[in-house]
Nanobody, 124 residues
Framework: QLQLVESGGGLVQPGGSLRLSCAAS????????IGWFRQAPGKEREGVSC????????NYADSVKGRFTISRDNAKKTVYLQMNSLKPEDTAVYYC?????????????????WGQGTQVTVSS
């Protein structure tokens, strides 16, 4: 069974850090582009960051540039999202998803597999 599982979410104070992990099972992660998306209550899902299958290309939404870093360890079948200088507006459920390697972007329709999400809450 093909599966993506996110972990690492939680409650953190403004200015704090979290590292999210996206682990794959049932398929070879290194074939896929991996994207991180988030959805806050009452808002549409938005793309946060994505990384190509080789890790050579990455992209960030303007709202997280300079604060978030995406990386991948294909040997461990895991993609990470390091989130620093967190703000209350980063509060959302974060999802990872896998897209075919030819695509690097945030069109969720082109992502074939999705995790269940992990909650990130930034609050004092």
């Amino acid at each position: 069974q093909l599966q993506l599982v996110e972990s690492g979410g939680g409650l953190v104070q403004p200015g704090g850090s979290l590292r999210l992990s996206c682990a794959a099972s049932g398929f070879t992660l290194d074939y896929y582009t991996i994207g991180w998306f988030r959805q806050a209550p009452g808002k549409e899902r938005e793309g946060v960051s994505c990384i190509s299958s080789s890790g050579g290309t990455s992209n960030y939404a303007d709202s997280v540039k300079g604060r978030f870093t995406i990386s991948r360890d294909n040997a461990k079948k895991t993609v990470y999202l390091q989130m620093n200088s967190l703000k209350p507006e980063d509060t959302a459920v974060y999802y990872c998803a896998a897209a075919r390697p030819a695509y690097v972007g945030y069109d969720h329709r082109l992502y074939d597999y999705w995790g269940q999400g992990t909650q990130v809450t930034v609050s004092s």
